[in-house]
């Protein structure tokens, strides 16, 4: 008989490790997994390979569909969580519909962040996070012949790489509090704009958005410092933050994350979180740090399910491999090649 529903929102790496765990150490109980996005669990890093036409749409989703069936995990796409109560073990989804649980895994991760200097011109900026906006990219692609990133992470530089493979122009503010999960310094962004240069990359370095606007001939406007350009598109690469807003009210500890202890509990009894959305303790440093990166996710997630089950295991992450960017202690398993 299956008595305890434990619920894992995110299907993302870190959640979707947490379910195949979980279903191994707790074979009996009842797991459903919880996305906001109706897409199947996919391979985000991959995203920039399916834009440049490298890779097929069924080539990002590693999992059979009928996967979830055989481990008898409930997924539920396309639902969001808008609340949590961890004290009486319920959460709340958009449609008001209440869902009970024993046990919880946080796997939200995050959502590609625009600063408040580039609110303005959100809704002129491509961003990249989820399938349906690579297949907004793959769309807009198609009609335009220029693309300016504004950047630095990570991201932006795999989006290039395939624009670049496109053969479009391409322009390139660099943005330098964009570098996460990297840290700024002056000779990164001297290897970041040359590397950028002789792969035919029209650099603008550290120069100031003025303004964004639609050219009544369709294309975009981009006033920087006192130089105007006209572009095709917009993509805006500046780092993913947690996307926990809708736990405001829950009762969490949050920072940049959801605070968890190095076992990723959240100080609530069995309810753990994971993944890009967690911000870890470290005994020995004191102090807490965020993951970042596909690996790390998986691992946590790994971790988290376990501990769920009734283990005991510990995030270990040696204190050389965190370093502090903006303020935040940062450990990332991101790989990087251009
Ligand atoms: C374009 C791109 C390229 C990348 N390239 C690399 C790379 O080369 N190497 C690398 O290491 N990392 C890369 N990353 C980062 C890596 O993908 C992330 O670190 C990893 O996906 C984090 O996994 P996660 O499971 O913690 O979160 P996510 O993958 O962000 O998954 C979060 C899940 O939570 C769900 N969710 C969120 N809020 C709610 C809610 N309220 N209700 C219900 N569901 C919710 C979402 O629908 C999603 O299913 C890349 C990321 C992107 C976007």
Same mark, same amino acid.
């Given at each position: 008989?299956?008595?305890? @529903?434990?619920?894992?929102?995110?299907?993302g790496?870190?959640?979707?490790q947490?379910?195949f765990? %979980?279903?191994?150490?707790?074979?009996d109980?009842?797991?459903t997994?919880?996305?906001?996005?109706?897409?199947?669990?996919? $391979?985000? @890093?991959?995203?920039?390979?399916?834009i440049?036409g490298?890779?097929?749409e069924?080539?990002?989703?590693?999992?059979?569909?009928?996967t *979830?069936d055989?481990?008898?995990? @409930?997924? /539920?796409?396309g639902?969001?969580?808008?609340?949590?109560?961890?004290?009486?073990?319920?959460?709340?989804?958009? @449609?008001?519909?209440?869902?009970?649980?024993?046990? %919880?895994?946080?796997?939200?991760?995050?959502?590609?962040?625009?600063?408040e200097?580039?609110l303005?011109?959100q809704?002129?900026?491509? $961003?990249l996070k989820?399938?349906?906006?690579?297949k907004?990219?793959t769309?807009? %692609?198609? !009609?335009?012949?220029?693309?300016?990133?504004?950047?630095?992470?990570? $991201?932006?530089?795999?989006?290039?790489?395939?624009?670049?493979h496109?053969e479009?122009?391409?322009?390139?503010?660099i943005?330098?509090?964009?570098?996460?999960?990297?840290r700024?310094?002056?000779?990164?962004?001297?290897?970041?704009?040359n590397?950028l240069?002789?792969?035919?990359? !029209?650099?603008?370095?550290?120069?100031?958005?003025?303004?964004?606007?639609?050219e009544?001939? &369709?294309?975009?406007?981009?006033?920087?410092?006192?130089?105007?350009?006209?572009? &095709?598109?917009?993509?805006?690469?500046?780092g993913?933050?947690?996307?926990?807003?809708?736990?405001?009210?829950?009762?969490?500890?949050?920072? /940049?994350?959801?605070?968890?202890d190095?076992?990723?509990?959240?100080?609530?009894?069995?309810?753990?979180?994971t993944?890009?959305c967690?911000?870890v303790?470290?005994?020995?440093?004191?102090?807490?740090?965020?993951?970042?990166?596909?690996?790390?996710?998986? $691992?946590?997630?790994?971790?988290?399910?376990?501990?769920?089950?009734?283990?005991?295991?510990?995030?270990?992450?040696s204190?050389?491999?965190?370093?502090?960017?903006?303020?935040?202690?940062?450990?990332?398993?991101? *790989?990087?090649e251009?």
């Open positions: 008989m299956k008595e305890e @529903h434990f619920i894992i929102i995110g299907m790496p870190s959640g979707t947490a379910a765990t %979980l279903r191994k150490q707790a074979p109980a009842r797991i997994v919880m996305s906001k996005d109706a897409e199947r669990a996919f $391979t985000p @890093h991959m995203l920039p390979d399916y440049a490298k890779i097929s069924e080539d990002l989703y590693p999992y059979d569909p009928s *979830w055989e481990l008898d995990i @409930h997924v /539920r796409r639902q969001r969580v808008t609340d949590v109560n961890p004290a009486n073990g319920y959460l709340l989804l958009d @449609h008001r519909e209440v869902l009970r649980f024993a046990g %919880l895994i946080l796997a939200v991760g995050g959502r590609p962040q625009i600063p200097p580039f303005p011109y809704n002129l900026m491509f $961003t989820t399938v349906q906006d690579a907004r990219w769309r807009k %692609l198609r !009609e335009v012949d220029s693309v300016l990133v504004i950047g630095g992470d990570l $991201t932006s530089l795999a989006v290039t790489k395939a624009i670049l496109l479009k122009r391409v322009f390139f503010l943005n330098k509090d964009a570098f996460w999960p990297l700024y310094d002056k000779e990164l962004m001297e290897e970041f704009s590397r240069s002789e792969r035919g990359v !029209e650099v603008i370095p550290s120069g100031r958005l003025k303004s964004l606007f639609r009544v001939n &369709g294309k975009i406007g981009c006033q920087i410092d006192n130089r105007s350009l006209q572009v &095709g598109m917009v993509g805006a690469f500046l993913l933050a947690p996307d926990i807003r809708f736990l405001t009210r829950s009762g969490f500890s949050m920072d /940049r994350g959801i605070l968890v190095e076992y990723l509990n959240t100080g609530f009894e069995g309810i753990y979180a993944g890009d967690a911000q303790y470290h005994p020995e440093l004191r102090d807490y740090w965020v993951s970042i990166g596909y690996e790390n996710a998986v $691992t946590l997630g790994r971790i988290a399910a376990f501990n769920l089950a009734g283990c005991r295991v510990q995030a270990k992450v204190g050389e491999s965190i370093f502090k960017v903006r303020e935040v202690n940062v450990n990332t398993s991101w *790989w990087a251009f």
